[in-house]
């Protein structure tokens, strides 16, 4: 697979609003986008996955700040998006969702987790089940799921949130 600039920067790189369809004009178009709503991205899963290094690409054109983890462990995740004030987690389907939303029903440490509003699950499974068990927990949390790939595009994007919007 080879990709072209224009390739990268319009299907991965968030050239175009997959939320809305706008195609950005021009480079600049896009890194206002960050400075009108900025937001703290997590991506969890390892850079060496698309999923990941687009995404984090994708918020770092837009002019995002983002946090890194060195390996996943579920109790650390939380406990950086409660100290880094992360909006948006994205993750890999139930892989990941499931270990996060269970370490949040263990004994332990409570995290003010007042800024998390986006969890995005890309590349792999992500059960209705694990859905339900964070909408539970956070009834505004805005969840959106994409199945695909780089090479061949979303193969499906289902996005919304619970009760109250994706506040």
Sequence with gaps: MVWRQEDVFFA???????TNGHRMATPEEIATTGFEQPVTFFPIAPLMHGATQWGLMQQLFKGNR???LDRFDPHRVWQLTAGERVNVVMITGDAMGRPLVEALDQPGPEYDLSAFF??????????APVKRRFLERFPALYLSDAIGSSEGGAGGISQGGGEGGAG
């Design 66 to 68: 983002a946090v890194l």
């Design 12 to 18: 991965l790189g968030g050239g175009i609003d997959v």
């Design 118 to 127: 986006g969890l995005v699950s890309s590349a792999a499974l992500f059960s």
